[in-house]
């Protein structure tokens, strides 16, 4: 029988991005998949839709422009990273569109989360969970961002974080490179001119 070669940090690093698409997969994500953060653009322009009246959160989370990381800034830390995991729900137009769509995103900061983690258990400790909408709308609501105040503490550490779009990047853009149907919904979209509508998430692997 002949010996196997020896495995190289580069195959590793490869196995272990598998393994995290398809922990994504087990969790309940639609679809994932294994990208280069060379897919990934940053907009500045794209902030603007965080502004009110397009989002009501803007500067009452800390996850929240103007508080995170600036697009000048994204951008070359994106490009810090090689690797990046990027995953999936699809939900009702109708659920996106309704009083409750806020619980529709839950899903996308618990993987995350746990992606997050089980990535920095392999022993990538720089790796990074990017999000949708504002985890205050989630989780925090109607109550303030306690990470706002003079040396306060989030009230969820370990789930809220920033979006993707936060940060400037064009998740439309990016979706749509990868061939996974995507639609624009706004509030005054009708969910039965949406044939499906999708929120997704990112990790990036280092």
């Known amino acids: 029988m002949k010996d196997r070669p020896p495995s190289t940090p580069e195959v590793q690093h490869q196995g272990h991005l598998r393994e995290l698409k398809e922990e994504a997969l087990r969790l309940g994500a639609s679809d994932a998949?294994?990208?280069?953060?060379?897919?990934?653009?940053?907009?500045?322009?794209?902030?603007?839709?965080?502004?009110?009246?397009?989002?009501?959160g803007y500067g009452k989370s800390a996850h929240c422009p103007p508080h995170v990381m600036p697009p000048e800034e994204a951008g070359p830390w994106l490009s810090s990273f090689s690797w990046a995991v990027l995953f999936k729900t699809d939900v009702d137009p109708e659920v996106l569109l309704s009083d409750g769509r806020f619980q529709a995103f839950r899903p996308i900061y618990t993987l995350c989360s746990i992606l997050e983690t089980r990535s920095k258990d392999m022993g990538y400790d720089r790796s990074t969970g990017l999000a949708a909408g504002s985890c205050k709308a989630v989780f925090c609501?109607?109550?303030?961002?306690?990470?706002?105040?003079?040396?306060g503490r989030c009230r969820f550490p370990l789930l809220a974080r920033p979006s993707m779009e936060a940060l400037g990047i064009n998740v439309?853009?990016?979706?749509?490179?990868?061939?996974?149907?995507?639609?624009?919904?706004?509030?005054?979209?009708?969910?039965k001119d949406i044939p499906k509508a999708m929120l997704s998430g990112l990790v990036l692997v280092s």
């Not at 609501?141 to 040396?151: H, I, V």
Request: with cysteine; proline share 13%.
């Open 141 to 151: 609501m109607d109550q303030p961002c306690e990470a706002l105040k003079p040396r």
């Open 33 to 56: 998949t294994v990208i280069t953060t060379s897919l990934i653009h940053v907009e500045p322009d794209l902030i603007e839709m965080c502004k009110p009246p397009l989002c009501e």
């Open 172 to 191: 439309f853009r990016l979706v749509k490179a990868l061939g996974w149907e995507i639609y624009p919904i706004l509030k005054e979209s009708n969910p």
